[in-house]
């Protein structure tokens, strides 16, 4: 029988029922899914799943301790947001995403297709399939 194929291409390893927000979420509700889904970021979109931006973890937990300690209302994600993403499109090869990441410094990539969320690819996707390919290769 033959051996499956090892993925090559970013649709291959992507989560396509992904978590997102929209920027009127609560920097609160935001910190609330990220520690649910065990993400270290969400895509931020608008109402037609076009990105428009991203916040990750790091960005908010400043944030969540004011709102505990001091009874601040937390903003909402627009306000805090980053506009420019780093985002791939589902056909790009996981080698050249692994490749990118060595300089590049985000732990979650939306992937999109035409301006639209079509799903995430975390680090620990792009190394599970990488060595995925090279057990295949080892053993071809």
Known sequence: MPHKAPP??????????????????SISTLAEG??????????????GDHLIGFISEQDVLGKVIESL???HEAPLVHEMMRN???????????????QEMLGAKPK?????EQGRLVGIVTR???LTAVL?????????
């Open 8 to 25: 090559s291409i970013v649709r291959d390893i992507m989560s396509k029922d992904c978590y997102r927000v929209s920027g009127k979420t």
């Open 84 to 98: 420019e993403v780093l985002s791939v499109s589902p056909t790009k090869s996981i080698v050249d995403l692994a």
């Open 34 to 47: 990220l520690a649910l889904h065990r993400l270290p970021g969400a895509p931020v979109v608008d109402n």
């Open 132 to 140: 995925t390919m090279r057990r295949h290769q080892r053993s071809a």
């Open 69 to 71: 300690y001091l009874d």
């Open 124 to 126: 620990r996707d792009v």
């Open 108 to 112: 979650v990539y939306p992937v999109t």
